[in-house]
């Protein structure tokens, strides 16, 4: 199995056996608020969303990660990142979910840049693309951080959602590269 560290975390591919965590991502607060429209998710929930990030891995030797923190008592969980298929598009579509206590803190765009370094290296693909919603501040400033840029607000899954985008190109050209 494939694991990545950086100067904070590990990263690991999800996969079956990870029920559990993501489970307990999925019913944080911040996530239901952010992601389930405070809908409380089940264990069949989270079973679709494995077989679907499963999926991911096979198909384009990338995909969704756990997110571990290097804590003094040994590696703590503390959420999901990476890139999955975005509708009938050929971009990935990359979108990365922390539990509370993990978030603001920078966490997020450093698992980013393993997540998207890792997918353009095993791949052929030519851009990564992010959606968020209006008025996620916090989301926004992760996403310039990481290289995205805003190109124009698109319909997402129903709603209106800010649309950004980032070339291979754009990637590896950035310092922290």
């Known amino acids: 199995m494939i694991t990545h560290q950086t100067e904070r975390l590990i990263l690991t591919p999800i996969q079956r056996g990870h029920e559990a965590e993501l489970f307990k991502l999925h019913n944080d607060p911040l996530v239901q608020k952010a992601i389930f429209n405070n809908v409380p998710q089940t264990i069949g929930h ?7 990030y499963s999926a991911q891995w096979r198909k384009n030797s990338f995909g969704v990660w756990l997110v571990y923190e290097k ?4 590696p703590m969980f503390i959420g999901r990142c990476g890139l999955q298929d975005y509708e009938d598009s ?3 579509e990359f979108a990365y979910s922390f539990f509370e206590h993990a978030a603001g803190r920078g966490l997020g765009p450093e698992a980013a840049r393993c ?10 693909k030519d851009k990564v693309v992010g959606f968020i919603a209006h008025g996620n501040a916090r989301a926004e400033r992760a996403a310039k951080k990481l290289g995205l840029r ?3 607000d698109r319909l997402y899954y129903g709603k209106m959602f800010r649309y950004y985008e980032m070339t291979r190109e754009d990637y590896f050209s950035q310092p922290h590269y």
């Open 115 to 124: 997540a998207i370094t890792h997918a353009f290296r095993n791949s052929t």
């Open 90 to 92: 050929t971009d990935p």
């Open 71 to 74: 804590c003094n008592d040994g």
């Open 46 to 52: 989270v079973h679709e969303w494995l077989d679907r």
């Open 150 to 152: 805003y190109i124009d």
